[in-house]
């Protein structure tokens, strides 16, 4: 999705920075997104989002490229192993990956943000859908699975997304679920991706249908807001207070993290 994304987005002339784990895979689709769309203005960074460290310096060089953000798409995802896995700063990886990360970069990037005359941010996450947290279990720590995992990382996404639009009235924050989409990076072993090509082909999208999805939101007349693959703005029912609850308890996590 993320490719499908950046490559339509850089056939609009915008000058990108990409940021993945593995530099082999993007320098390739650094190469891919030049020649398909013709833009020279692509450039990418090897970060590991799993670690708090990295994630600052993956702040601090779009610091260092940009004066400006007009859009920031937090896509970073398809990471659901079968057995709890901690990182190598005591996070689980899922959580540091798809939500904590994506706090982490916003926050470090507000004012870029800010310098923009209509910034966006998208988080393609749970879409609204999310049934809520458990905040004894954020991290797996009572209980875990592959789909209580995608539903958790889901929920802590949807509750970033509505703190982020009751701090920040000038950005439009997104948060898209694109369902059920059929990459290798989207699914948790083979055998879910055979399953998906198969039996629930008829109920899957590809990356490009996702990435057609991304860029209308980004580039259409869409309100800020949770949105699925119809592109209908979805209500999604929360406890504000629990929207500030996990805010809090993320900062506490950096700071005991920096000290």
Same mark, same amino acid.
């Not at 993956?58 to 990182?87: E, N, S, W, Y």
């Given at each position: ?22 530099? &082999? ?6 190469? %891919? ?6 833009? %020279? ?35 970073? !995802?398809?990471?659901? @192993? ?23 970069? #916003? ?9 923009? @005359? ?7 996450? !749970?879409?609204?859908?999310?049934? =809520? ?6 991290? !797996? %720590? ?6 209580? #995992?995608? %539903? ?8 970033? #997304?509505? &703190? ?18 059929? #990459?290798?990076?989207?699914? @948790? ?12 082909? @008829?109920?899957?999208?590809?990356? &490009? ?10 580039? =259409?007349?869409?309100? =800020?807001?949770?949105? !699925? ?5 979805? &209500? ?24």
């Amino acid at each position: 999705m993320g490719k499908a994304t950046t490559k339509r987005l850089a056939k609009q002339g915008a000058r990108l920075l990409l940021v993945n784990r593995n530099q &082999e895979k993007g320098n390739a689709a650094v190469r %891919e997104i030049i020649d398909a769309s013709g833009n %020279e203005s692509v450039t990418f960074l090897q970060a590991d989002l799993s670690l708090v460290q990295e994630m600052r310096r993956a702040a601090q060089c779009a610091r260092q490229t940009f004066d400006r953000l007009d859009i920031l798409v937090h896509g970073a !995802g398809g990471v659901f @192993p079968p057995k709890r896995t901690m990182t190598a700063e005591g996070l689980e990886l899922v959580f540091a990956v798809q939500y904590l990360a994506r706090y982490l970069i #916003t926050d470090h990037l507000i004012d870029l943000l800010h310098a923009a @005359p209509s910034p966006q941010v998208m988080s393609i996450a !749970g879409g609204g859908r999310s049934k =809520g947290v458990d905040f004894d279990n954020l991290q !797996g %720590e009572k209980s875990y699975s592959i789909l209580g #995992t995608v %539903e958790r990382a889901g929920a802590t996404c949807d509750l970033l #997304t509505t &703190e982020h639009i009751d701090r920040y009235r000038d950005i439009v924050f997104y948060n898209y679920g694109p369902g059920i989409v059929r #990459t290798m990076a989207t699914m @948790p072993n083979r055998l879910m991706w055979l399953l998906v090509n198969t039996v629930l082909r @008829p109920f899957s999208r590809t990356a &490009e249908q996702a990435a057609n999805d991304i860029v209308t939101l980004l580039t =259409g007349e869409h309100r =800020g807001g949770f949105y !699925g693959t119809s592109l209908k703005q979805n &209500e999604f029912k929360v406890v504000k207070s629990d929207a500030a609850k996990l805010w809090d308890h993320s900062k506490q996590l950096i700071d005991n993290l920096s000290a």
